[in-house]
Structure formats: structure tokens, C-alpha cells
């Protein structure tokens, strides 16, 4: 007889889910968009992208009874749009253009349009995640504030290009020279103080360099166009410094309108496990104990990480990871979990996808900072290294920061570090108990060596 096979879900007809759905092709120029046939003659119209254009699309919309709306994440067009249609109080499904590229033969703006508008339809689009209104305010001057560093990085080049060209060797005395000491005697140079021995009296008490090393250093040759070149780089980094200090102002005020009601007062905030990770990128204010008021828990405690990382990973995945059921979404989302592509039952290949998200690259750069620490991130790090490679371990620690901060974030439970002695024993235990376990279904008795 043959045999019956039930029907899988992928094998039925396709439901209408969002019958009241339009799909948006946006461009820098145009907007096309299209609706169901049966709510407007015709169902696919062009818009402009002005103001007026947004508001007349947004219009047009809603008269058509459209409740949902599915749009391409091309570059930053998207935007306006969104808020706008959000605004109105429309659905909107923010797609990852990757997602809708697999059928060939769609090349023109209505087609692509209309393809939109049918797959979500369908239901067949997921939306990206986007956090809450005011993160995504939060998010744009945190952005904003990494590309202001970024910007000022490239005139402290030019700082040390110039003292090169006067064989100035401040960098070789210090460790940084747009630090205390650095730019003091920077700005002595340029208001005509040339003396080696005046100069070496800027020396901070802290300074590893002697004083008789920096007067070394400061002997050199000063030529006018040269000086010309580190007066602008200094302005320019004055500017960028003063251009972060007004976004840091803000990121403040934002952040204490974060502030919950709280019938009872936090636990008092022990910062003495890291007293020595303030730098000159960190925040101007006091983020750690305004995270820690705003979170309910010190993320900061999390090894490896620090104020400006913390502050990076909460504006993009908000305050609420109601959106990620388990460990395991959030880690793919980040880009931190293994991808594996299986056919005929076996794993043809396993690795990470590329991806362009800017908590996943925090947490690769907590994961970084862990390698030399004597705690359980540390050596759960050395032992991936050692297994798999620098890279994969790189990887590996950050999915297991990841698993941690998700886990504190969600159920707002404290940070317990453990020793790299207590970790480094716990993995010995559960490999001995793997061991008596195989030798027991083999009829084997494992008894332990004689000291």
C-alpha cells in the first residue's frame, strides 16, 4: 500500500496574513508605493521624497485603510518615512533587503514594490528590530558621538606627524600625548615656548618618562610651517573634544529621563573592581552610576566591559529584550551565534554570518580585553584559543558575555565573577563526570591514579 504523508505546513496554501498590507520601494529621488488591487485605481503610485510628498504617501495610506507597511533599510532613506508612517499609526516592517532578492527578474522600482507588498501579504517578511523610540534617540547620539572620536583620532595622527617633522619625539617619552602632560606642553610650543628645560617642567608627577628624558625628547628642530600644522590639528581636536562633551551632556540628560520610579532604593554601587578603566573616549559624566540607576543592575561589573561599551549595547538593543525569547535570539541577532547549513542530516558547514551590528562588535571587543584576566571569561578564553584559534575564541567568549549580559538584563541579576581557578575546576569536574559515565556504558570502572 502506499504510504500517506502528512501535509507540512510549507506544503499548504499560502494564508493572507496582513490583508491590509502595502510594500514601499524607497529611493533617494522616489517613493513607489503599492497597495491590495481593490483599494485604489492604480494600486502602485510614485511619490516624491520631500516633506509635502511623505505626507501625501502617509495619506493616501491610510484613506486606502493600509494598517501595515513593509519597507527596505536602504542606507538612512528609510528613516523619514518610518517615523512619519509610525506617526500615523501604521505597522511598519523594517526589511533586510537581503531577505527579498532570491526571486530573479525583478529589476525595476514597481516591481519591487508590488514583489514587497505580496511576500507581506503572507506574512513572509520579518521585521528588523528597532528598540523604543526614546533608545533610538539615544542611539543617534551615541553614533554620533563614536564618529565625533573617530574624526578626532585622525587630527591626534596630524599632532604627530607634525612633532615628527621637527624631530620632536613627545610620543616616545608618552604613552599618549593628548594626555595631561601631552598637551600641556603642545599648547606651551605653539604660544613660543621652545626651551627644552621650561617645557619638561609640564612633566605630570605620574609621568613614567624623567624629566632629563622629556628635555631629551623636546630638543628638536622648530620651523614655522610645521608649527602651522599643529596649531590646526590642535584646534581641530579642541573642537572635536568640545563637540563630544555637548553630546555627552545630552546622552546625560537622556539617560536620566530613563530614571524608573522605584518604591525602594538600589543597593549601594561598589566600583572597586574597576577603578582603573576610565579613558579619554569615556564619558564625560558619571555613566556607570547612571546605567546602574536606569538598568536596576551594574552591567558594568560584567567583565570585560566598561561605561562607553555598556552604553553602546544598550542603545541598540534598548532596555526591554522582550523581543528575544531566549539566550539563543539574542545571540543571533548579535551575529555571535554559529550559522549552520544542513543537508541530508549532517552540518555541510557551521560559522558566523557577517554582520554589521555594532552591539556584536561590543561584545567582540569585551571578549578582547578578557584574554590576559585571571577570572572565568579569561580562561574560558585561553582554553577556546587553544582548541580552536585566536579568532573563533574571540567569538566564542563574546557569545558567552552575550549569554550573560542577556541573562542579567532580563531577570536583573547581579554579576558573580568567578576565578579562573574555580572555572578551570569546574570544567575538570564535568569532564571527569563525561569520562565515568562513557566508561560505565563500556563496563569499565575508572579508580583515580595514586598521588
Not at 610651517?225 to 563630544?244: C, R, S, V
Not at 541573562?407 to 541579576?413: G, Q
Request: glycine share 6%.
Amino acid at each position: 500500500m502506499p504510504s500517506t504523508v502528512t501535509p507540512s505546513p510549507a506544503t499548504e496554501p499560502l494564508l493572507i496574513v496582513n490583508p491590509d498590507a502595502a510594500g514601499l520601494d524607497i529611493g533617494r529621488d522616489e517613493i513607489w508605493a503599492c497597495v491590495p488591487a481593490d483599494r485604489a485605481t492604480p494600486a502602485v503610485r510614485k511619490f516624491g521624497t520631500y516633506t509635502p510628498d511623505l505626507q501625501a504617501l502617509a495619506d493616501w495610506l491610510v484613506s486606502c485603510g493600509i494598517k501595515t507597511v513593509a519597507l527596505e533599510s536602504t542606507g538612512v532613506y528609510w528613516i523619514p518615512i518610518y517615523e512619519m508612517l509610525e506617526a500615523r499609526g501604521l505597522k511598519v516592517y523594517v526589511v533586510n533587503p537581503g531577505h527579498l532578492k532570491h526571486v530573479p527578474g525583478r529589476k525595476s522600482d514597481v516591481q519591487d514594490c508590488q514583489w514587497i507588498q505580496r511576500l507581506h501579504t503572507y506574512g513572509l517578511l520579518s521585521a528588523s528590530f528597532r528598540p523604543a523610540a526614546d533608545i533610538c534617540a539615544i542611539r543617534s547620539y551615541v553614533r554620533q558621538r563614536a564618529m565625533l572620536i573617530d574624526y578626532r583620532a585622525a587630527h591626534i595622527q596630524h599632532m604627530q606627524k607634525a612633532l615628527q617633522q621637527m624631530n620632536l619625539q613627545l610620543p616616545q617619552v608618552l604613552s599618549d600625548i593628548t594626555g595631561k602632560t601631552g598637551l600641556a606642553i603642545m599648547r606651551a610650543i605653539l604660544a613660543g615656548e621652545h626651551d627644552p628645560q621650561q617645557l619638561a617642567k609640564w612633566r605630570d608627577d605620574r609621568c613614567a618618562k624623567s624629566e632629563a628624558e622629556i628635555v631629551k625628547a623636546l630638543t628638536g628642530n622648530y620651523r614655522a610651517e610645521h608649527l602651522f600644522t599643529l596649531k590646526q590639528a590642535m584646534a581641530l581636536y579642541d573642537t572635536y573634544t568640545a563637540q563630544i562633551q555637548e553630546c555627552d551632556t545630552e546622552l546625560e540628560r537622556l539617560w536620566q529621563a530613563q530614571r524608573p520610579e522605584r518604591e525602594e532604593a538600589l543597593p549601594p554601587l561598589d566600583t572597586s573592581d574597576k577603578r582603573n578603566t576610565h579613558s579619554k573616549n569615556a564619558p564625560d559624566y558619571d555613566a556607570r552610576t547612571l546605567l546602574y540607576e536606569v538598568v536596576g543592575v551594574d552591567l558594568v561589573a560584567i567583565s570585560g566591559l566598561n561605561a562607553s561599551t555598556v552604553q553602546t549595547i544598550l542603545s541598540d538593543t534598548g532596555l526591554d529584550l522582550s523581543a528575544f525569547p531566549s539566550e539563543k535570539h539574542f545571540s543571533s541577532w548579535l551575529g555571535l551565534a554559529p550559522h549552520n547549513d544542513i543537508s541530508g542530516g549532517k552540518v555541510l558547514r557551521s560559522r558566523t554570518l557577517k554582520s554589521g551590528n555594532r552591539a556584536g562588535q561590543a561584545f567582540r571587543l569585551a571578549a578582547q580585553s578578557v584574554s590576559r584576566k585571571q577570572d572565568e571569561f579569561g580562561a574560558y578564553y585561553r582554553r577556546q584559543r587553544a582548541r580552536l584559534g585566536p579568532e573563533q575564541a574571540i567569538v566564542a567568549t563574546a557569545h558567552k558575555i552575550a549569554r550573560v549580559f542577556y541573562h542579567m538584563l532580563k531577570s536583573r541579576t547581579p554579576f558573580r565573577s568567578l576565578s579562573a581557578d574555580d572555572y578551570n575546576q569546574r570544567v575538570r569536574d564535568r569532564e571527569m563526570a563525561h569520562l565515568k559515565k562513557k566508561a560505565a556504558q563500556l563496563g569499565f570502572t575508572l579508580t583515580p591514579a595514586p598521588a
